[in-house]
């Protein structure tokens, strides 16, 4: 069997691995992972991630763990995507390097599964439940990631409404408890830094129990999100899973489930009020489209699988309030190649109930957050929920910045003294509102050296109203750039 | 000389017990191009390194019930079905050897320039796992690149990834050789990473290098354009790995990777040749990862080394939004972006202010440049936006506000001008700017 092994020359810095990987396996053992003693199949074909079994014994299903053992003590996992007959397609954990065929599998109790426990506050989880903060804490609760349904009588839709303190997001898209609210953009238009703001102004301000879910992001910013919070004193209320970018697409495509499952504890068994953070459930689409590609699934426009429907709407409809507790999520959401009728994006924005669009073309004239005034929306621009007042200065906010894109154009060629008064004041007073719409970030304080600023709701209304109606138009537009309330400047 | 009849023998044993195994020899039963189907070789693992007939070496790229797909790295000579193919027992890896700083290598260690393997050469594995979050730690360290134009406004921090981005000839290659070359003597190490490139392309780069005195620890790894696609594809790896037998030192490294668009073409050549689905614009679903674990390996690690890398990607017509061009955008932690239009007329280098993105910003700078360069920033972006707007107007009528803020946004565009290799220090460019912006 091990004929190979006799001339792995040990000295060989390529096998210099083994080490470390000893002790993964001895910390298994440790929290209570058990493996069946006896071969539950072989290995007969091996790709990047996928590997093909052929069954020894009918009782594994769907979703199962199983593992190989390495001749150097590594041990290697697989989660079980399908069953035909005889043998089963399974995904790997991480890589694939060093299988060979004939090897045999065992299988791995409970699947993947979640701490499900109070410990899980102030700590950093791997996609599969595992503690990654070099802080040894061993739960023993755990439940399995699949294992949660909400029916309908469960879901509850009422709560309060809750403010950010970004002008443009209280504005244009306002939020209450239990809401799903979308952030997207395309690469490097704010994102992450928006949603940072988030978390430092409604997790701070709030003290809520927090869930951040990293999927497919860079993993310098999981170490500065950690860092933040415990410097800042702030991690005991948070608890945190990362499947990031550099990860394999089976790490990537399953964070978003331990996410949830730490969740639902919070909201089930603490009954609390949760704050969920995901950055980006877009990764979540994308690992599982490489994951599907593997498996040889026919894939539908742009190689996205053709499931990817019914697989966003399992991970959004556990996203919901029920009678024990809220969960209010906040999800980033990547648009590729700047594409916003991407099937993906749609298919994701079409579970939110409201949406902030970054622009690319704000950034680029050093407008942040960089949003696209007309695609932010929100279910509670409603008179009923948000007032006359707020609801009639939206409307003529947006009445003036459609105007002055048409003017836009106008002007290029005509120059802006041909216009009339009317249109002559839209001009200068949206581009006001867009300078004023800008906000100094405290997360941003390091690009731009503005202090942060957190505005009430009341302030941003008082202000536009007082743009709006042309009370500052003798005042240069380059005095309403990174303010907070005006009053306060 | 005892060391060395020892090495002798034991070559002789590994050698005798290699042929004596039957069930690592295997016969090529189809050939494509660069890629082998190969009948036997039961006991070989993925992406094992085999040798195929006498000096052809190949990796196992995947494993079916019946066959193996083996694809081929270093041909020498033909291959004909019914070949022998042999296992080697050992993971297929780079080569490097220390010896080849200041010389122009390839992923097998070989100096391309004499076209001999160095001595003690080192096993390089081409996919560790990634740098774990909690060994990473901030990135707040300053790289300069001697550019007024990056330092002060976009600047680089050791363990950043940064992409630079643009047309053909807008001068993408030069800010990386710039870099080099104002790094020379910062006790950091660069291997510039050449995908696809001419033999010309490489020779001028070495040159350039070489006058400058930035080659003393400067390395340049590449896979030519006329060599076997899979080099191409697994080079950046190579590189990368290199950087990280480096990192594991403590010492700083610097990547450049020329180009990555080049790398996910010959990615998809590969993907494409072996049977893979298509996704956009025909690359497999897995280019962005493909990437990203690439990038992922740029870090500030816990132990005070640092892989800053720099990846350049090659765009048509001025547009950063295509698919490769958002996908490393949203990797890496911001982009210097090159501007055809500015390059002719005459702006160097031609960046764009506008769209260019440091996700750092002033944690990688000392307090007064990050001071310096945020005021900059700000003035420089209000001026572009403004100059758009009101390109028309009457100069005469604007209020005087407005009018001193166009003549002043003119000025800093001149003041950011600066010709190839004329490395600009901190102190220089914080003196030509803070009188020019004042204390605001």
């Not at chain 1, 890589?95 to 060979?100: A, C, D, E, S």
């Not at chain 1, 008082?462 to 109606?469: A, G, N, P």
């Not at chain 2, 050939?31 to 070496?57: H, M, P, T, W």
């Not at chain 2, 420089?380 to 403004?386: D, H, T, V």
């Given at each position: 069997?091990?004929?190979?092994?006799?001339?792995?020359?040990?000295?060989?810095?390529?096998?210099?691995?083994?080490?470390?990987?000893?002790?993964?396996?001895e910390?298994k053992?440790?929290?209570?992972?058990k493996?069946?003693?006896a071969?539950?199949?072989?290995?007969?074909?091996?790709?990047?991630?996928?590997?093909?079994?052929?069954?020894?014994?009918?009782e594994?299903?769907?979703?199962?763990?199983?593992?190989?053992?390495?001749?150097?003590?590594?041990?290697i996992?697989?989660?079980?995507e399908e069953?035909?007959?005889?043998?089963?397609?399974?995904?790997?954990?991480e890589?694939?390097?060093?299988l060979?065929?004939?090897?045999?599998l065992?299988?791995?109790d409970?699947?993947?599964?979640?701490?499900?426990?109070?410990?899980?506050?102030?700590?950093?989880?791997?996609?599969?439940?595992?503690?990654i903060?070099?802080?040894?804490?061993?739960?023993?609760?755990?439940?399995?990631?699949?294992?949660?349904?909400?029916?309908?009588?469960d879901?509850?839709?009422?709560?309060?409404?809750?403010?950010?303190?970004?002008?443009?997001?209280?504005?244009?898209?306002?939020?209450?408890?239990?809401?799903k609210?979308?952030?997207l953009?395309?690469?490097?238009?704010?994102?992450t830094?928006?949603?940072?703001?988030?978390i430092?102004?409604?997790?701070?301000?709030?003290?809520s129990?927090?869930?951040?879910?990293?999927?497919?992001?860079?993993?310098?910013?999981?170490?500065?999100?950690?860092?933040?919070?415990?410097?800042?004193?702030?991690l005991?209320?948070?608890?945190?899973?990362?499947?990031?970018?550099?990860?394999?697409?089976t790490?990537?495509?399953k964070?978003?489930y331990?996410g949830?499952?730490?969740?639902?504890?919070?909201?089930?068994?603490?009954?609390?009020d949760v704050?969920?953070?995901?950055?980006?459930?877009?990764?979540?689409?994308?690992?599982?489209?490489?994951i599907?590609?593997?498996l040889?699934?026919?894939?539908?426009?742009?190689?996205?699988?053709?499931?990817?429907?019914s697989?966003?709407?399992?991970?959004?409809?556990?996203?919901?309030?029920?009678?024990?507790?809220?969960?209010?999520s906040?999800?980033?959401?990547?648009?590729?190649?700047?594409?916003?009728?991407?099937?993906?994006?749609?298919?994701?924005s079409?579970?939110l109930?409201?949406?902030?669009?970054?622009?690319?073309?704000?950034?680029?004239?050093?407008?942040?957050?960089?949003i696209?005034?007309?695609?932010?929306?929100?279910k509670?621009?409603d008179?009923?929920?948000?007032?006359?007042?707020?609801?009639?200065?939206?409307?003529?906010?947006?009445?003036?910045?459609?105007?002055?894109?048409?003017?836009?154009e106008?002007?290029?060629?005509?120059?802006?003294?041909?216009?009339?008064?009317?249109?002559?004041?839209?001009?200068?007073?949206?581009?006001?509102?867009?300078?004023?719409?800008?906000?100094?970030?405290?997360?941003?304080?390091?690009?731009?050296?503005?202090?942060?600023?957190f505005?009430?709701i009341?302030?941003?209304?008082t202000?536009?109203?007082?743009?709006?109606?042309?009370?500052?138009?003798?005042?240069?537009?380059?005095?309403?750039?990174?303010?907070?309330a005006?009053?306060?400047? | 000389?005892?060391?060395?009849?020892?090495?002798?023998?034991n070559?002789r044993?590994?050698?005798?017990?290699?042929?004596?195994?039957v069930?690592?020899?295997?016969?090529?039963?189809?050939?494509?191009?660069?890629?082998?189907?190969?009948?036997?070789?039961?006991?070989?693992?993925?992406?094992?390194?085999?040798?195929?007939?006498?000096?052809?070496i190949?990796?196992?790229?995947?494993?079916?019930?019946n066959?193996l797909?083996?694809?081929?790295?270093?041909?020498?000579?033909?291959?004909?079905v019914?070949?022998?193919?042999?296992?080697?027992?050992?993971?297929?890896t780079?080569?490097?050897?220390e010896?080849?700083?200041?010389?122009?290598i390839?992923?097998?260690?070989t100096?391309?320039?004499?076209?001999?393997?160095?001595d003690?050469?080192?096993?390089?594995?081409?996919?560790e796992?990634?740098?774990?979050?909690?060994?990473?730690t901030a990135?707040?360290?300053?790289?300069?690149t001697?550019?007024?134009?990056?330092d002060?406004i976009y600047p680089?921090?050791?363990?950043?990834?940064?992409?630079?981005?643009?047309?053909?000839?807008?001068?993408?290659?030069?800010?990386?050789?710039?870099?080099?070359?104002?790094?020379?003597?910062d006790?950091?190490?660069c291997?510039?990473?050449?995908?696809?490139?001419?033999k010309?392309d490489?020779?001028?780069?070495h040159?350039e290098?070489?006058?400058?005195g930035?080659?003393?620890?400067?390395v340049?790894?590449?896979?030519?354009?006329?060599?076997l696609?899979?080099?191409l594809?697994l080079?950046?790896?190579?590189?990368?790995?290199?950087?990280?037998?480096?990192?594991?030192?403590?010492?700083?490294?610097?990547v450049?990777i020329?180009?990555?668009k080049?790398?996910?073409?010959?990615?998809?050549?590969?993907?494409?040749?072996t049977?893979?689905?298509?996704?956009?614009?025909?690359?497999?679903s897995?280019?962005?990862?493909t990437?990203?674990?690439?990038?992922?390996k740029g870090c500030?690690?816990i132990?005070?080394?640092?892989?800053?890398i720099?990846?350049?990607?090659?765009t048509?017509?001025?547009?950063?939004?295509?698919?490769?061009?958002?996908?490393?955008?949203s990797?890496?932690?911001?982009q210097?972006?090159?501007?055809?239009?500015?390059?002719?007329?005459?702006?160097?280098?031609?960046?764009?202010?506008?769209?260019?993105?440091?996700?750092?910003?002033?944690?990688?700078?000392?307090?007064?440049?990050?001071?310096?360069?945020?005021?900059?920033r700000?003035?420089?972006?209000?001026?572009?936006?403004?100059?758009?707007?009101?390109?028309?107007?009457?100069?005469e009528?604007?209020?005087?506000?407005?009018?001193?803020l166009?003549?002043h946004?003119?000025?800093?565009?001149?003041c950011?001008?600066?010709?190839?290799?004329?490395?600009?220090?901190?102190?220089e460019?914080i003196?030509t700017?803070?009188?020019?912006?004042?204390?605001?």
């Amino acid at each position: 069997m091990d004929n190979t092994n006799t001339i792995i020359d040990p000295s060989n810095p390529a096998l210099n691995f083994i080490s470390q990987t000893r002790e993964k396996e001895e910390y298994k053992q440790e929290v209570g992972k058990k493996i069946s003693s006896a071969s539950i199949g072989r290995i007969i074909s091996i790709s990047s991630i996928k590997i093909e079994i052929l069954l020894a014994s009918s009782e594994l299903s769907v979703h199962d763990v199983v593992c190989a053992k390495m001749s150097d003590g590594r041990i290697i996992e697989f989660e079980i995507e399908e069953i035909k007959g005889s043998t089963a397609n399974a995904i790997c954990f991480e890589m694939t390097n060093g299988l060979k065929r004939g090897m045999d599998l065992y299988k791995v109790d409970g699947g993947i599964s979640a701490p499900f426990s109070d410990k899980i506050l102030g700590h950093m989880f791997s996609s599969f439940g595992e503690p990654i903060d070099k802080s040894n804490v061993v739960i023993d609760e755990r439940k399995n990631v699949y294992k949660s349904h909400l029916d309908l009588s469960d879901v509850t839709i009422n709560g309060d409404i809750m403010w950010t303190g970004i002008k443009v997001l209280d504005f244009l898209a306002p939020m209450r408890k239990g809401f799903k609210m979308g952030l997207l953009g395309g690469a490097g238009v704010g994102k992450t830094v928006l949603i940072k703001e988030l978390i430092h102004n409604v997790y701070t301000g709030l003290q809520s129990n927090s869930i951040f879910v990293g999927v497919g992001e860079r993993s310098r910013e999981g170490q500065e999100l950690f860092q933040e919070m415990k410097e800042g004193d702030l991690l005991d209320k948070m608890s945190m899973v990362f499947g990031q970018m550099g990860e394999s697409p089976t790490s990537r495509s399953k964070a978003i489930y331990t996410g949830l499952t730490l969740a639902e504890y919070l909201r089930d068994a603490k009954r609390q009020d949760v704050l969920v953070f995901i950055d980006n459930i877009y990764r979540y689409i994308q690992g599982s489209s490489e994951i599907y590609s593997e498996l040889g699934y026919m894939s539908v426009e742009n190689g996205y699988p053709s499931q990817m429907l019914s697989d966003i709407a399992n991970i959004e409809e556990r996203i919901n309030s029920t009678e024990t507790g809220s969960i209010t999520s906040f999800q980033a959401i990547f648009i590729p190649a700047d594409d916003v009728y991407d099937e993906a994006v749609r298919a994701i924005s079409s579970h939110l109930d409201g949406q902030v669009v970054l622009d690319r073309k704000q950034a680029e004239k050093g407008f942040y957050p960089a949003i696209d005034v007309f695609k932010t929306t929100s279910k509670l621009i409603d008179i009923e929920v948000v007032g006359r007042k707020h609801y009639d200065l939206v409307k003529e906010t947006l009445r003036y910045l459609s105007r002055y894109n048409e003017l836009e154009e106008i002007i290029a060629v005509l120059g802006i003294e041909e216009l009339s008064q009317e249109d002559q004041d839209i001009f200068y007073r949206s581009r006001k509102l867009l300078q004023y719409f800008t906000q100094p970030m405290f997360v941003a304080e390091n690009y731009t050296g503005i202090k942060g600023q957190f505005v009430k709701i009341d302030d941003v209304l008082t202000d536009v109203e007082d743009i709006l109606s042309g009370k500052y138009d003798d005042v240069d537009e380059s005095r309403f750039a990174y303010i907070g309330a005006y009053k306060n400047r | 000389m005892a060391n060395n009849v020892k090495d002798l023998v034991n070559e002789r044993i590994k050698e005798i017990k290699r042929k004596d195994n039957v069930y690592t020899i295997g016969r090529v039963s189809k050939i494509q191009n660069y890629v082998l189907e190969v009948s036997g070789l039961d006991e070989a693992c993925y992406f094992e390194k085999v040798r195929i007939g006498n000096d052809n070496i190949g990796y196992v790229a995947g494993i079916t019930p019946n066959y193996l797909n083996i694809v081929i790295v270093k041909q020498r000579s033909t291959i004909h079905v019914g070949d022998e193919v042999v296992a080697s027992g050992e993971e297929f890896t780079a080569q490097y050897s220390e010896a080849s700083i200041g010389k122009i290598i390839d992923m097998f260690g070989t100096d391309k320039m004499k076209d001999m393997e160095f001595d003690n050469l080192v096993n390089l594995r081409l996919e560790e796992p990634v740098t774990p979050i909690m060994d990473r730690t901030a990135v707040c360290r300053p790289l300069h690149t001697g550019i007024a134009g990056i330092d002060l406004i976009y600047p680089i921090g050791k363990g950043q990834r940064q992409l630079i981005i643009g047309d053909k000839k807008t001068g993408k290659t030069q800010i990386a050789l710039d870099t080099i070359a104002s790094l020379a003597n910062d006790n950091v190490i660069c291997i510039y990473c050449a995908i696809g490139k001419t033999k010309k392309d490489v020779r001028e780069i070495h040159y350039e290098l070489a006058r400058h005195g930035a080659m003393n620890n400067t390395v340049i790894m590449c896979a030519l354009n006329d060599e076997l696609t899979p080099v191409l594809s697994l080079t950046p790896y190579a590189a990368l790995a290199v950087a990280e037998y480096y990192l594991k030192q403590a010492k700083d490294v610097v990547v450049v990777i020329d180009d990555l668009k080049r790398h996910a073409d010959a990615y998809r050549e590969i993907t494409l040749m072996t049977d893979k689905a298509p996704g956009r614009e025909a690359y497999p679903s897995d280019i962005f990862y493909t990437h990203a674990r690439l990038l992922e390996k740029g870090c500030q690690h816990i132990n005070g080394g640092s892989i800053t890398i720099l990846p350049i990607v090659e765009t048509k017509t001025s547009d950063i939004t295509d698919y490769i061009s958002t996908n490393i955008i949203s990797i890496t932690d911001g982009q210097i972006v090159l501007n055809k239009k500015n390059f002719d007329k005459g702006q160097r280098p031609a960046i764009d202010y506008g769209l260019s993105v440091s996700r750092l910003g002033g944690a990688v700078q000392t307090k007064k440049m990050s001071h310096l360069g945020s005021n900059v920033r700000r003035q420089l972006l209000s001026y572009m936006e403004k100059r758009d707007v009101y390109e028309l107007a009457n100069k005469e009528e604007m209020s005087p506000e407005m009018r001193q803020l166009i003549e002043h946004g003119q000025t800093i565009i001149k003041c950011l001008n600066q010709y190839k290799f004329e490395a600009k220090n901190e102190s220089e460019i914080i003196s030509t700017f803070e009188s020019l912006i004042g204390d605001k």
